[in-house]
């Protein structure tokens, strides 16, 4: 099968940037390209001053003779918007395209994402090269694709504090209140005396003694999610009316919340998104321990690449391309590991378990000047084939097999019956008022969506206006406000509903909710949260199986089956409606721990790993779903279905025995696999 042909449904790509590289060298690094088995190449995205060298003057024939070059070789092209690095002469000529930090400093030329989204000038220097690129290559035969700006918010830059973000925040404010009173009243100003009597008063939610009012942070955090939302969909609407059927997505990034992906995403074709498994590790401090960032220094925690594929697969309406893959050593760690071998293959066939069309590394080679010099590509600064690039050849080779065997309609998608809601509101309210310092970010999300995981489980991560009514069991990790419409979708099913600690306890303002948490939800849990406590790290409270039946202030003479760390809430009835609540299992001092009231259940703790995977096994049979007993030795053990094909991905350390069907064909791998290991079968078309 030629790797090239848009039909292919497992298509391999790589970055690369003719302009840092001699023209000279071009042809030969696409042929080489092409022999590897890749078929796409993302260019330009950080080409703007080549491209508009001086303001209105454009220089395209070297992109001109890169394109043809490539398509010369049969490679499709994904073209990028310069927009993340305004040349020199836009910052010369427009000071106010800078962006500030939260003190007031300038953030200057010299590296990257050196812009604010509220910059008049930027939006119009945007508009013009935009425009211009669409207009020359929107129709060009060998450009597939085209990808905007490139990773929204990289580098803290999503939040600027320039005159111009305040200007537009405080318009944004009077679009949404109306009237200053209106304000006031949503904010609880009166608390310290903190009223406001116009708009044009109100600064930005930094620099206080001490903590702003939580709705003045967070109604900042929505302005800022408008603006990139608002920026993104002016090129989109540049680029569709000069490209025709092509699509339009953006590459997002991992462990990033600070803008709502949902929102953006309504005006993509696809979400693809930066995988960089080892670089996440190392970032994810808040929630991973430092005896499981060693575990996985080399291969990449389990679970989270595939969060973020079945996240991004959402996002983008069914469609989902990784777009940079970590293909060695990354630069931008603390720490940067060398990739376990294997897991370059491994990473790749895990993002095509997970639904990805065409998964694209970085880069194609090392460059050896810049910033990025110690970020490694498919090969070294030399030109020598690297590690990653000799696993991408393999994957290559890999899918031309699997593909004879099985065919394109082998990977017709098989609906999952599990839906994790992300809420990104909810997100920025755990960030805002963490109350516990471990406490904010993807962590509690990413444990539900590993629990689920370790139970041999698909998942599809979903937002809280999408349909939910095609799955078994939902489950609300920490959703600490439902909007309107969820929670009314939520009332209509008959699904099983898991909710986690803190959901339904804040209002759209940041308030606490009344009726008491969880809030909203009263009518489905009838339950009430009397008070909470975050807890230091170490300090635990063991976790009894004690039903209804026991007396709830007794000594229960029983050894624990789990802990609960970081946060629980205390629950009891609801004061206006009888005790129907049933209680599962209580924390060792009586209050309950895990209740429900029909198919609704409730989590009143984080508890320790194994247990929170009890908890959700038990609501998975409930939901009539059969979770797969998976070796509990081999911890790096997952399974993704993707139509007739089932994956193995092992990610270490131990070896891992493969539960395939009786009856399944195994098409890659063995029944055993070592640290590293992949393994496809595929299921009987009855299955």
């Not at 998104?273 to 996440?280: A, V």
């Not at 986690?500 to 009518?523: C, M, W």
């Not at 070896?655 to 696999?673: F, Y």
Request: net charge negative.
């Amino acid at each position: 099968m030629n790797p090239s042909s848009p039909s292919t449904p497992l298509r391999l790509g790589v970055c690369y940037y003719p302009e840092q590289w001699p023209r000279e060298r071009w042809r030969a690094d696409a042929r080489a390209m092409r022999e590897l088995g890749l078929s796409t190449v993302r260019i330009a995205e950080f080409a703007w001053s080549r491209m508009e060298p001086e303001p209105g003057r454009f220089e395209w024939d070297w992109l001109d003779e890169a394109i043809e070059v490539l398509a010369a070789e049969g490679l499709q092209v994904v073209l990028g918007t310069p927009t993340a690095a305004p040349p020199q002469w836009l910052v010369d000529a427009h000071p106010d395209v800078l962006p500030m930090d939260a003190q007031g400093r300038v953030k200057t030329f010299g590296a990257r994402r050196h812009y604010c989204f509220s910059s008049p000038s930027m939006q119009a220097a945007s508009r013009r090269i935009v425009t211009a690129m669409a207009a020359r290559y929107g129709a060009h035969p060998a450009v597939i694709a085209w990808q905007t700006d490139n990773e929204y918010g990289c580098h803290d830059t999503l939040l600027s504090y320039t005159p111009a973000a305040l200007a537009a925040f405080r318009r944004w404010l009077a679009d949404r209140y109306r009237d200053i009173d209106a304000l006031n009243e949503a904010w609880g100003t009166v608390f310290w005396g903190l009223q406001v009597r116009d708009f044009d008063q109100i600064g930005f939610p930094v620099g206080q003694p001490t903590d702003p009012l939580p709705a003045h942070a967070m109604d900042f955090r929505r302005f800022a999610s408008d603006e990139v939302v608002r920026f993104n969909r002016m090129q989109v609407e540049i680029l569709r009316a000069h490209v025709g059927d092509r699509p339009v997505l953006h590459n997002f990034m991992g462990l990033f919340s600070d803008f709502d992906h949902h929102a953006l995403g309504e005006s993509l074709d696809i979400a693809a998104w930066d995988s960089y498994p080892l670089g996440h590790v190392d970032t994810a401090a808040r929630f991973l321990t430092e005896p499981e960032r060693q575990q996985w220094a080399r291969t990449g925690h389990p679970d989270l690449s595939a969060f973020h594929h079945d996240l991004y697969r959402g996002i983008g309406h069914g469609r989902m391309w990784v777009m940079e893959q970590q293909a060695g050593p990354v630069n931008w760690a603390a720490w940067n590991a060398l990739p376990l071998p294997g897991m370059v293959r491994a990473w790749t066939w895990e993002a095509f378990a997970h639904g990805a069309e065409l998964v694209s590394y970085f880069r194609w080679r090392q460059l050896p000047f810049g910033q990025e010099q110690m970020h490694s590509g498919l090969n070294r600064p030399d030109g020598v084939l690297d590690q990653g690039g000799l696993e991408a050849a393999q994957v290559r080779a890999e899918i031309d097999r699997l593909l004879e065997v099985g065919g394109p309609q082998a990977l017709d998608p098989v609906p999952a019956r599990v839906a994790l809601v992300v809420d990104y509101p909810s997100l920025w309210m755990s960030q805002i008022q963490p109350q516990g310092a471990d406490m904010a970010g993807f962590g509690l999300t990413v444990r539900y969506y590993s629990a689920l995981r370790r139970l041999g489980l698909d998942i599809d991560v979903v937002g809280p206006a999408d349909d939910l009514r095609p799955y078994a069991l939902i489950v609300l990790p920490g959703l600490m406000h439902l909007p309107v419409s969820l929670t009314r979708q939520l009332g209509e099913l008959s699904a099983v509903v898991v909710a986690g600690p803190r959901t339904g306890s804040k209002t759209e303002h940041l308030g606490i909710a009344s009726p008491l948490p969880p809030g909203p939800l009263r009518p489905f849990l009838p339950m009430q949260v009397r008070a909470v406590e975050s807890m230091r790290p170490g300090r635990q409270y063991a976790v009894l199986a004690q039903d209804d039946a026991a007396d709830a202030n007794a000594n229960v003479a029983a050894e624990p089956i789990g802990h609960a760390q970081q946060w629980r809430d205390l629950v009891e009835p609801a004061v206006d409606v009888p005790p129907v609540l049933r209680v599962h299992d209580r924390f060792e001092d009586g209050w309950p721990a895990r209740v429900s009231h029909g198919v609704w259940h409730y989590h009143a703790g984080l508890v320790d790993d194994a247990l929170l995977q009890r908890w959700m096994a038990e609501a998975a049979r409930a939901a009539g779903l059969n979770p797969v007993a998976l070796d509990p030795q081999a911890t790096g053990l997952r399974l993704r279905r993707r139509g007739r094909w089932q994956f193995a991905i092992n990610h270490g350390p131990q070896t891992a025995q493969v539960p395939s069907p009786e009856g399944a064909i195994r098409l890659l791998g063995d029944a055993t696999l070592p640290p590293g290991g992949v393994a496809v079968w595929s299921w009987p078309e009855t299955a």
